[in-house]
């Protein structure tokens, strides 16, 4: 019987005693001090190189009226006969159409027939046709003559065979306005006069063609020239 009553004293205080820890372990836990931090919500989103490039109309006074886009146009340049002195003037914009920096290139496309000058010789008239461009401002930009177009890219312009104009627009929606300017100038002589009883007229057909490509300014975690 002893044994019996000093067995349930045990069991008594050993519930106690649990549900005395339980209380403490309860009470120390709703004491510890808390904190939690949480980031905002962080958008990836991908890049996308996209350029575009339009060519302006203008009315008869040589104010622009829109813009048309480039792409597999086929008029940008009169058929009119070259000769010393002849112009022709095209105005461009080029535009940041996506969202990465992007660093681009003016070329002429080339295609012509040789023909044969009063000399004698051989001739392309590519090599007696030069280009270049200038900067314009994108409402009245035009050129109000011949002489003035001309002088406003001879001293960098370029044989149009080979020619090639450099840019950058590093953010979207940069626009660059430009005026390419090609033109024979005035000292070609007879080394570009064909001879009609040897050959038919030398012909040209020109086209501008332009290619972009990712310039060095995005950055990642180390740096920003893996763009380059």
Same mark, same amino acid.
């Given at each position: +019987? !002893? $044994?019996?009553?000093?067995?349930?004293?045990?069991?008594?205080?050993?519930?106690?005693?649990?549900?005395?820890?339980?209380?403490?372990?309860?009470?120390?836990?709703?004491?510890?001090?808390?904190?939690? #931090?949480?980031?905002?919500?962080?958008?990836?989103?991908?890049?996308?190189?996209?350029?575009?490039?339009?060519?302006?109309?203008?009315?008869? &006074?040589?104010?622009?009226?829109?813009?048309?886009?480039?792409?597999?146009?086929?008029?940008?340049?009169?058929?009119?006969?070259?000769?010393?002195?002849?112009?022709?003037? #095209? !105005?461009?914009?080029?535009?940041?159409?996506?969202?990465?920096?992007?660093?681009?290139?003016?070329? +002429?496309?080339?295609?012509? &027939?040789?023909?044969?000058?009063?000399?004698?010789?051989?001739?392309?008239?590519?090599?007696?046709?030069?280009?270049?461009?200038?900067? #314009?401002?994108?409402?009245?930009?035009?050129?109000?003559?011949?002489?003035?177009?001309?002088?406003?890219?001879?001293?960098?312009?370029?044989?149009?065979?080979?020619?090639?104009?450099?840019?950058?627009?590093? $953010?979207?929606?940069?626009?660059? !306005?430009?005026?390419?300017?090609? !033109?024979?100038?005035?000292?070609?002589? $007879?080394?570009?006069?064909?001879?009609?009883?040897?050959?038919?007229?030398?012909?040209?057909?020109?086209?501008?063609?332009?290619?972009?490509?990712?310039?060095?300014?995005?950055?990642?975690?180390?740096?920003?020239?893996?763009?380059?």
């Amino acid at each position: +019987m !002893y $044994n019996v009553k000093r067995t349930k004293s045990a069991l008594v205080l050993s519930v106690i005693s649990l549900v005395m820890c339980c209380v403490l372990l309860l009470g120390s836990t709703f004491a510890w001090f808390t904190d939690s #931090v949480s980031t905002g919500v962080n958008k990836i989103m991908a890049g996308n190189l996209d350029v575009k490039m339009e060519y302006a109309v203008l009315d008869e &006074t040589g104010a622009f009226t829109e813009w048309k886009d480039a792409n597999g146009a086929d008029s940008l340049f009169t058929d009119g006969l070259w000769e010393p002195g002849h112009a022709e003037v #095209v !105005y461009l914009k080029i535009s940041n159409a996506g969202s990465l920096a992007l660093k681009y290139q003016l070329a +002429m496309s080339i295609s012509e &027939t040789q023909a044969v000058n009063v000399n004698g010789d051989s001739f392309k008239l590519s090599d007696y046709i030069k280009s270049g461009v200038a900067e #314009v401002n994108a409402e009245t930009g035009a050129f109000t003559s011949r002489s003035d177009a001309i002088n406003a890219v001879s001293a960098s312009a370029e044989k149009v065979n080979g020619f090639t104009k450099e840019g950058e627009l590093l $953010n979207a929606q940069d626009t660059a !306005y430009l005026a390419m300017v090609v !033109y024979m100038p005035d000292d070609v002589g $007879n080394e570009a006069n064909y001879d009609s009883l040897k050959s038919a007229a030398p012909a040209i057909n020109m086209g501008i063609t332009l290619i972009a490509t990712q310039a060095q300014k995005e950055s990642d975690s180390f740096s920003s020239d893996y763009d380059a």
